[in-house]
């Protein structure tokens, strides 16, 4: 058989197998068994950047096969290191990686018998999500149809991982709506209605914390209503900045990174606080505009259009529960003047 029709093969029956499942873990395991059984490999692993707090970002190996359980891979270090070589040439190959100067744990891969490695990049839509490694006994060396069948099953890695975290995003996102929509209807307490908001978007988009403030008509200002995520020493500090105005102005405006941007004020405080990229969405009841919804994150972010369009959404969701709080206090009122009104004309 040629090795183009054996590598046709393989990636005819991984595609079959990956269409059965929408099981992240399962379907990377099923790339690097395919990945050692063709290309006639002692390992392979799938490393994922994941992140650890907003603040750091580990390379996590998320499956692996060939390796003991005692081998310990290199880290996050050297994930970040190499990383961009990886996106550069494509590929980074070592030929003898108990010696190569490039790797680490040199010992470690001599007494696992490891000879020559190759890395690929995972690559979805541009963004760099993790490595693919490959593992020989002996030295060896790739030919170029080899580099690119692996790299073709570090696409398909990176096609199960986006179709995971769609799968995760779409059920995640229904229930912040069904639960929302179940405290709207069971409860008229705003404040816990709007605490819900900022706490489930939070955990959902895996960000660092959220705020709401609503416009006080009286005075013309904004209050903290809601918030998750915040300490009290920044919450106290920040009353307002510009671009809350503008968000009361209809504009939705995302900050990629706080420290570059000219019109972010409390600059020092937000550092202080691990603040790095945020969101702001006006919060809308009817058809005027009565709050912003804050995100925060930790690490630098671009927010999708996809979370845009949740945010606003919730930020409605959170001006019709207020504006149905406020319907339900004024009828209350009209009931209770209404009730004084009959008293009167009876008695």
Not at 1 to 26: A, C, N, P, W
Not at 29 to 38: C, D, R, Y
């Amino acid at each position: 058989m040629s090795v183009q029709k054996e590598y046709f093969q393989s990636l005819t029956k991984l595609s079959r197998e990956i269409g059965k499942t929408d099981d992240q873990e399962k379907m990377l395991h099923l790339i690097v068994s395919v990945a050692v059984e063709t290309l006639k490999a002692k390992a392979a692993v799938i490393f994922l950047n994941e992140e650890d707090s907003q603040d750091t970002i580990r390379n996590v190996a998320v499956a692996q096969v060939g390796l003991s359980e005692k081998y310990i891979h290199a880290g996050t270090a050297h994930a970040v290191k190499i990383s961009p070589q990886l996106l550069k040439d494509g590929y980074m190959y070592f030929r003898d990686a108990s010696t190569d100067k490039r790797l680490m744990n040199h010992k470690a891969k001599k007494a696992e018998g490891i000879g020559s490695i190759i890395s690929v990049p995972v690559v979805v839509k541009g963004q760099m999500l993790g490595i693919l490694s490959l593992y020989t006994k002996e030295i060896r060396t790739f030919t170029k149809d080899e580099i690119e069948f692996l790299s073709i099953l570090a696409e398909q890695g990176g096609a199960a991982i986006e179709s995971a975290n769609l799968i995760r995003k779409l059920r995640n996102q229904s229930k912040i709506f069904l639960k929302l929509a179940t405290s709207i209807s069971a409860s008229l307490d705003v404040k816990t209605i709007l605490q819900a908001i900022t706490e489930d978007l939070v955990k959902d988009l895996r960000i660092k914390a959220a705020s709401i403030r609503l416009l006080d008509d009286k005075t013309s200002t904004v209050k903290l209503v809601a918030s998750y995520g915040l300490s009290d020493k920044y919450l106290n500090t920040i009353v307002a900045d510009k671009n809350i105005g503008k968000a009361l102005k209809g504009q939705t405006i995302a900050i990629k990174n706080v420290f570059e941007d000219d019109g972010i004020q409390y600059k020092k405080e937000k550092k202080e606080e691990g603040i790095v990229s945020m969101l702001y969405v006006p919060i809308r009841s009817m058809d005027d505009i009565i709050g912003v919804l804050n995100l925060y994150s930790g690490r630098q972010k671009e927010f999708t259009e996809d979370e845009v369009m949740l945010v606003t959404a919730l930020a409605y969701q959170g001006g019709l529960a207020i504006n149905n709080a406020c319907l339900y206090m004024t009828m209350q009122d009209d009931i209770k003047d209404l009730k004084e009104n009959i008293y009167r004309c009876w008695f």
